[in-house]
């Protein structure tokens, strides 16, 4: 992933290693994560999903995202990592390929390819990475995009069908997101959480771990950096950003941030400006 923003590129991984449990994380770049052998849930923002063969994701680089509960030994899955620089240079003024990443996320993440549409899939995989000899960049390149114009149009089509569809979710927990993600910039402390919804501490605390597998902390650490990021790109001095972020103290934002993302916020806004 780093080279892959590094280079202002793509980067594709066919993963078959044992899938360690991951905490909470953002990237720089979008994701793409095909699912072959399937897993058990996703967590994307605030939406929980199941995980099945076929299974296609797309998560742009402010979105937290968390695999839990993994119920094979062995997960088989491709990763796709794409800068979103470089997705922009595909695109033109008729066809914003950027789109499956940001349309409307309260609808879905995720795409559930039927066998054809996995076979595609594949086989653009295939051809970009068995690609060799004279000209193989501009095949590279050109492969890639129509990969990513067939995924966009599989995804505009599944919108309409996802629409009636709400991912599964614990419906106390749904709500205690939706609350953390709207009131990012307020004091959000366990005891305000559990005032707020009339729970105790330690049951608010048991049910967020048990549906999400994470704290309460560590995801608003994650949200709050992931809004940090947004503003930064926008063009929010970093003084502005973690003011608007909830943090207590610019020294507290500066750990956090780094501690996440790898850099200091404002190497961060140089390099995103």
């Given at each position: 992933?780093?080279?892959?923003?590094?280079?202002?590129?793509?980067?594709?991984a066919?993963?078959?290693?044992?899938?360690?449990?991951?905490?909470?994380?953002?990237?720089?770049?979008?994701?793409?994560?095909?699912?072959?052998?399937?897993?058990?849930?996703?967590?994307?923002?605030?939406?929980?999903?199941?995980?099945?063969?076929?299974?296609?994701?797309?998560?742009?680089?402010?979105?937290?995202?968390?695999?839990?509960?993994?119920?094979?030994?062995?997960?088989?899955?491709?990763?796709?990592?794409?800068?979103?620089?470089?997705?922009?240079?595909?695109?033109?003024?008729?066809?914003?390929?950027n789109?499956?990443?940001?349309?409307?996320?309260?609808?879905?993440?995720?795409?559930?390819?039927?066998?054809?549409?996995?076979?595609?899939?594949?086989?653009?995989?295939?051809?970009?990475?068995?690609?060799?000899?004279?000209?193989?960049?501009?095949?590279?390149?050109?492969?890639?995009?129509?990969?990513?114009?067939?995924?966009?149009?599989?995804?505009?089509?599944?919108?309409?069908?996802?629409?009636?569809?709400?991912?599964?979710?614990?419906q106390?927990?749904?709500?205690?997101?939706?609350?953390?993600?709207?009131?990012?910039?307020?004091?959000?402390?366990?005891?305000?959480?559990?005032?707020?919804?009339?729970?105790?501490?330690?049951?608010?605390?048991?049910?967020?771990?048990?549906?999400?597998?994470?704290?309460?902390?560590?995801?608003?650490?994650?949200?709050?950096?992931?809004?940090?990021?947004?503003?930064?790109?926008?063009?929010?001095?970093?003084?502005?950003?973690?003011?608007?972020?909830?943090?207590?103290?610019?020294?507290?934002?500066?750990?956090?941030?780094?501690?996440?993302v790898?850099?200091?916020?404002k190497?961060?806004?140089?390099?995103?400006?």
């Amino acid at each position: 992933m780093d080279s892959c923003i590094a280079k202002q590129y793509f980067a594709i991984a066919h993963l078959y290693k044992n899938e360690k449990i991951m905490s909470m994380h953002i990237h720089d770049c979008y994701e793409i994560y095909y699912s072959i052998t399937g897993g058990k849930q996703f967590l994307i923002d605030n939406r929980f999903y199941d995980i099945h063969p076929g299974d296609i994701f797309f998560i742009n680089q402010y979105e937290s995202h968390y695999l839990s509960q993994i119920d094979h030994e062995v997960l088989e899955r491709i990763v796709i990592s794409v800068s979103p620089e470089f997705l922009k240079s595909l695109s033109s003024k008729e066809t914003d390929l950027n789109q499956c990443f940001f349309y409307d996320k309260k609808i879905n993440h995720k795409l559930s390819l039927n066998p054809e549409e996995q076979k595609r899939f594949l086989y653009y995989i295939h051809k970009i990475c068995s690609t060799n000899g004279f000209g193989e960049d501009l095949i590279e390149r050109s492969v890639f995009t129509e990969l990513m114009v067939f995924l966009n149009q599989l995804f505009f089509i599944q919108q309409g069908e996802n629409e009636k569809e709400a991912p599964e979710y614990h419906q106390q927990v749904d709500k205690i997101l939706t609350y953390i993600n709207q009131n990012l910039q307020n004091e959000l402390s366990i005891a305000e959480l559990s005032e707020h919804f009339f729970l105790s501490p330690s049951y608010i605390c048991r049910i967020f771990k048990s549906s999400t597998g994470t704290t309460i902390n560590k995801y608003i650490i994650a949200k709050r950096i992931a809004l940090a990021k947004s503003l930064l790109v926008q063009g929010y001095t970093v003084n502005e950003t973690w003011e608007q972020c909830g943090f207590h103290d610019y020294s507290n934002f500066l750990k956090s941030f780094t501690k996440t993302v790898g850099i200091s916020p404002k190497k961060y806004s140089r390099f995103s400006t």
